[in-house]
């Protein structure tokens, strides 16, 4: 599976609000594989993903932030977990930045934004 891009930024700069971003999962296997979300902040995302991608197609995905978390810079990740043997997993870092605010908040940083592979 090729996750790309492999980071999402939602950010505010000035006047300009992106609370939405889109993203490609492209299935490179020989075989069709499932997708599940296993780990995501709760209630922070509307998220849109296929259940299935057949082998060696690409898939859009959506990721929307739910609007109570728009006023604030945060970085957050989902997980998706695949249908393979491998039961493999992917982490997706999820990045909000306040850009031309007098007011910005601070990220909060928990552990490894980057992730990825099997855990």
Known sequence: MVIKPYRLYVSKAGEVE???????VTNVS?????IKIVSQPPGYFDIEIPETV???ATAECMLKVNPEYLKGAFEKSITIELS???Q???TIPVVRRLIGSENIA???????????GKK
């Open 18 to 24: 992106i609370d939405e971003s889109k993203f490609n």
């Open 30 to 34: 020989d075989e069709e594989l499932k």
């Open 54 to 56: 057949k082998a060696g």
């Open 84 to 86: 393979d043997k491998a």
């Open 88 to 90: 493999t997993r992917f």
């Open 106 to 116: 601070k990220p909060e940083a928990k552990g490894n934004p980057a992730g990825g």
